[in-house]
């Protein structure tokens, strides 16, 4: 198994998200990182007397989607904050399908806010499906349950609490919510939409 590397991300001062809660949301991303990486490798040792450690490798096998998942999500997300905010350039793929399906892009992301508002802990998704040729929008619990098998991620919100907790009590996470998409760079969200074509 080839080890996954911790990407670095360049991420300057956000708006209504303070640098503290960047610092520790990418501790957490590396410990998603350092935790597959930890799996694949037990794995390989345990392997070696499979009957004797059956259980541990089932309930190893069984945490694969959490950390890994854990990391890509989090690689999405802080990628979608590089380079400050920059709207959808003018002649945007994306754009058009969003008037296609909401008739603005405002509308469809008030739908997808709705969406991040969904109780519990988790991540509001917004994937390309080129099976059906369609946006669709969904919740994920904590980092893979209700990930939706063969999509692509376009855009995705982390709804866990220590993604805003530094800055926003947990009754107040609208802020964060509104916070995330002052800061989103929509031209990173352009380039996911058009390498999943
Ligand atoms: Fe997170």
């Not at 350092?34 to 259980?55: P, R, T």
């Not at 380079?83 to 399906?101: A, N, Q, W």
């Not at 009754?171 to 002052?182: I, L, Q």
């Amino acid at each position: 198994m080839e080890k996954f590397i911790e990407q670095k991300f360049n991420i300057g001062a956000l708006k209504g998200i303070s640098a503290k809660n960047v610092e520790e949301h990418l501790k957490l991303y590396a410990g998603y990182v350092k935790s597959i990486n930890l799996i694949f490798e037990k794995l390989g040792e345990l392997m070696a007397d499979q009957e004797k450690n059956a259980y541990v490798i089932g309930e190893l096998h069984r945490r694969i989607g959490f950390e890994f998942n854990g990391m890509r999500n989090h690689e999405y997300y802080f990628k979608s904050l590089e380079g400050g905010p920059k709207p959808l350039p003018k002649d945007s793929l994306l754009k058009k399908e969003l008037e296609k399906v909401a008739g603005s892009v405002e509308t469809a992301m008030k739908g997808f806010k709705t969406l991040a508002m969904t109780r519990g802990v988790g991540w509001a998704m917004l994937y390309w499906d080129k099976q059906s040729k369609q946006l669709i929008p969904t919740w994920v619990d904590e980092q893979h349950v209700g990930q939706l098998n063969g999509l692509f991620y376009v855009l995705g919100i982390d709804m866990w609490e220590h993604a805003y907790v530094y800055d926003y009590p947990t009754s107040e996470k609208k802020k964060y919510v509104e916070a995330f998409f002052e800061n989103l760079n929509w031209e990173v969200i352009e380039e996911n939409f058009k390498k999943a074509q």
